[in-house]
């Protein structure tokens, strides 16, 4: 079974907003969160990484998913399924 963990999470979703040309500044102003909070959860600072809810992961997704890497939006997807067993 393949395991996928909050910080396999935090990888994909750093990819993504890579991939999508966004700094982390300009991805913290649109789903509401600070510049210093998406670095804290890219550098998997425990504590950032233990608060991250579902609601920040879907804005997330959703803020990067038009010019993501498909094959990182599936893994991403697929993970989430693994992660939450459904």
Not at 19 to 33: E, N, P, V, Y
Not at 42 to 58: F, H, R, S
Request: net charge positive.
């Amino acid at each position: 079974m393949y395991k996928y963990d909050k910080a396999k999470m935090v990888d994909d979703l750093k990819r993504m907003r890579l991939d999508s040309g966004m700094s982390q500044k300009a991805l913290g102003q649109r789903i509401g969160l600070s510049r210093e909070t998406i670095v804290a959860i890219e550098n998997k600072y425990p504590g950032a990484i233990a608060t991250l809810e579902m609601d920040t992961v879907k804005l997330w997704f959703r803020a990067c998913k038009g010019k993501a890497d498909p094959s990182i939006l599936l893994r991403f997807k697929n993970g989430l399924i693994a992660f939450f067993g459904v």
